[in-house]
């Protein structure tokens, strides 16, 4: 079925040898160390200081020196199909990115949005 993908099939039985690629270049070490832990076995390296992704502007970052904020919007979560959305979270999301722009600091192909809910993107997008 679809629950293992090409690679892996490659890899399982076609002879494959595996390969990693050690050092990320994208995320805050911070941020990277999880995945370096939690799906590497500490193999994964940060190819970026911390002084090198600094918070942006914009933002009030609830913690000076911790790369990722968790921020309560108290909204309804709906359904679409398979899929689910939040509005109050997307006019959060909205106007975070609004008001990081507004500073200046980023351009618009250094700043990502992520969800695993197609229903949310459609919203994101609008």
């Known amino acids: 079925g679809l629950s293992l993908s090409l690679y892996s099939r490659l890899v399982d039985g076609g002879g494959l040898t595996p390969f990693l690629l050690d050092t990320q270049y994208r995320s805050h070490p911070m941020i990277a ?64 990115v609004q008001d990081v722009f507004f500073q200046r600091e980023l351009e618009i192909t250094e700043i990502g949005v992520v969800t695993p809910y197609v229903a949310q993107v459609r919203i994101l997008k609008r």
Request: net charge negative; with cysteine; aromatic share 10%.
């Open 33 to 96: 160390e999880f995945s370096a832990r939690t799906f590497y076995a500490g193999r994964l390296k940060s190819g970026v200081k911390a002084e090198d992704r600094k918070a942006p502007r914009g933002l009030p970052w609830p913690r000076d020196g911790v790369p990722i904020a968790f921020i309560d919007c108290n909204g309804d979560e709906g359904t679409e199909g398979e899929s689910k959305f939040n509005n109050s979270e997307a006019e959060i999301v909205t106007r975070i």
